[in-house]
């Protein structure tokens, strides 16, 4: 999945202190900033995405287990709420006030719609969805990620997989842990199993997001095993903008990596008479993103 980069190369003309008009140093910048970009990619075991980026939405195959929750990969899930205007008995919603982020299957929610609605076609200023609403007038609705649960899926490889009828929906079947502020985003990506229809907990046929039971002989008792790619999510992924300390760790180790163009290592003293440079050692050892920057890329790093 093609990344979006951690620093422009304005910001790092800037802190170098080079004049923008300087155009000197720019084929190097670009090159060092695509590839510091890449090595915090590597290091947070995740895609460094922006949401308006083009390969949105993104589609990721899981394996869901018996656990309630689920949690993507790709982070923040972008889940807007947006106003619009719907008809009775008409499937169609006008007056959006923005249609950014939303996509075919993306499930939504409203005062004005029946439970299980979700986006089948984004027009200009206009949603149609796969059933009528119930009701007339202006309304919010929310939008969510799109997500199936079909045991024999096998990420998207066997025959039907992932029909129709395999569609879960938010608020019904599963809902998204939306964390952050007005609750249309997750920094977390959480997804949970809730109580479907009667209250009763939606089993998708082995319990929590799918999976089975295996039984070792002669074992009596069976245990739960992961489902292979049997749950499909389609969402927007990324940040609306770059984070400030993901800027500030690919802006400090690109101070460093231009120092160390000459050498291939950082220079730790030089005498001019003498023709003396010495190297830092230890960066070889404990690579370009140790220091005080490692525990500002922390809080963003996948644990599994």
Partial sequence: MAQDL???LIDAKVMLGITLSDT???AILTLIITDISAVIQERLGRTILLAPNSRNPITVYLNGTS?????????PV????YTGTT????AVVTGMS?????????CVASANLPTSSYVVSVGNGTVTLNQAATASGSCTLLFGPAVWLDNGGFYGTAQGAFAANTQMFEGVNFVLRRDQDGGTSSRS?????IGAGGGGLYLGGWGGWGGGWARNWPMLTGYPVAGQGNVKVTYTAGWETMPQDLQLVALRVLAKVRLSTVWGQIISSQSYEGASTSLVQAEAKTGLL????????ARWANAF
């Fill in 6 to 8: 951690c620093c422009s």
């Fill in 24 to 26: 000197s140093f720019d």
């Fill in 67 to 75: 656990a309630p929750a689920l949690v993507l990969n790709d982070r």
């Fill in 78 to 81: 972008q889940a807007p709420l």
């Fill in 87 to 90: 008809t009775l008995g008409s």
């Fill in 98 to 106: 923005s249609t950014t982020y939303v996509f075919a299957n993306a």
């Fill in 189 to 193: 990506g959480v997804l949970e199993v």
């Fill in 290 to 297: 140790s220091g005080d920057v490692g525990p500002l890329l």
